[in-house]
């Protein structure tokens, strides 16, 4: 029987680096789309149905960490790390 209870959750698996900027990109090529009014094929409509998932994802945890990460505002991703 354990002695500590917790409520936090594991990372299952946490993307590569890579694999997330792909989708910014993706995320950031599909919102100029639909801003142009440009026709969107059904597999890009599909892929927005997905990666409004992955947007409320990141609004949601940039609403609750910004008063213990102010820095969340802005990522230069394009730094050299």
């Keep these: 029987?354990?002695?500590?209870?917790?409520?936090?959750?594991?990372?299952?698996s946490v993307p590569d680096k890579q694999v997330m900027l792909?989708?910014?990109?993706?995320?950031?090529e599909l919102e100029g789309k639909t801003k142009r009014g440009e026709q969107l094929t059904r597999v890009e409509e599909?892929?927005?149905?997905?990666?409004?998932?992955?947007?409320k994802a990141m609004k949601k945890i940039q609403k609750?960490?910004?008063?213990?990460?102010?820095n969340l505002s802005y990522v230069d991703y394009h730094s050299s790390d």
Excluded: Q, T, Y
């Excluded at 029987?1 to 299952?12: D, E, I, Q």
């Excluded at 792909?22 to 950031?28: A, G, L, R, T």
């Design 1 to 12: 029987m354990p002695m500590f209870k917790s409520n936090v959750g594991v990372l299952s």
């Design 22 to 28: 792909s989708i910014i990109e993706k995320i950031v």
């Design 46 to 55: 599909a892929s927005i149905k997905e990666l409004n998932c992955v947007c």
């Design 64 to 70: 609750s960490s910004i008063s213990r990460l102010p």
